[in-house]
Nanobody, 118 residues
Framework: QVQLGESGGGLVQAGGSLRLSCAAS????????MGWYRQAPGKQREWVAA???????NYADSVKDRFTIARDNTKNTIYLQMDSLKPEDTAVYYC????????????WGQGTQVTVSS
């Protein structure tokens, strides 16, 4: 089993920055891809970004050029640097992980709240 623990959420003004972290524990050696989803109130869950073990990253169009995902394999941790934040980025952000580069995410964290005020 793999456990995911997020940290770094909070309240920030529009135009500001936040950095989220997610540490994997347990059988983390089996993980290939890690990433982030988010869910705003009354909206469907949305994929945000993902990064493979070899560092290949992808982003949703809505966050491209504002968010940066990074990974430290020695710490089994990923980071999401969020810059130029907008009120529409307000959501609960979930860390996710899977054993392969394709397919569904096997593991989900509890989520961390990000609130961007206008």
């Amino acid at each position: 089993q793999v456990q995911l623990g997020e940290s770094g959420g909070g309240l920030v003004q529009a135009g500001g920055s936040l950095r989220l972290s997610c540490a994997a524990s347990g059988s983390s050696f089996s993980i290939n891809t890690m990433g982030w989803y988010r869910q705003a109130p009354g909206k469907q869950r949305e994929w945000v970004a993902a990064i493979t073990r070899d560092g290949s990253a992808n982003y949703a169009d809505s966050v491209k050029d504002r968010f940066t995902i990074a990974r430290d394999n020695t710490k089994n941790t990923i980071y999401l640097q969020m810059d130029s934040l907008k009120p529409e980025d307000t959501a609960v952000y979930y860390c996710v992980a899977k054993r392969t580069a394709v397919g569904i995410y096997n593991y989900w964290g509890q989520g961390t709240q990000v609130t961007v005020s206008s």
